[in-house]
């Protein structure tokens, strides 16, 4: 009942700029922390940035001086503006939301379908 939907991947030259949006929909109370994480073939999902409905953000040290994590309560999204991007940033960028459903229901974790950030030389 709740979807995570992506949007923003694509190609792009190193020092360049991107920005990804991810939407949440269905059966909403309310939203919790969201995020961003990434993933590149046969490694481990990590960190990029979370922040809460609040606004209190979180970051991967590395990338703390280059990516902006931010959101917008009332349309239920969460963006992540990249700057400075380099080759090693290509990974599958996915989104993260923690949503209770209802009043009477418990926060839950989902993920988004993932969006390919391919940066290069």
């Known amino acids: 009942q709740v979807q995570l939907v992506e949007s923003g991947g694509g190609l792009v030259q190193a020092g360049g700029s991107l920005r990804l949006s991810c939407a949440a929909s269905?059966?909403?109370?309310?939203?919790?922390?969201m995020g961003w994480y990434r993933q590149a073939p046969g490694k481990q999902r990590t960190l990029v940035a979370t922040i809460t409905s609040g606004g209190t953000t979180n970051y991967a040290d590395s990338l703390k001086d280059r990516f902006t994590i931010s959101r917008d309560n009332a349309k239920n999204t969460v963006y992540l503006q990249m700057n400075s991007l380099k080759p090693e940033d290509t990974d599958v960028y996915y989104c993260n939301a923690f949503v209770q459903r209802s009043r009477w229901d418990i926060p839950r974790n989902y993920w988004g379908q993932g969006t390919l950030v391919t940066v290069s030389s």
């Open positions: 269905g059966s909403i109370f309310t939203i919790g922390v």
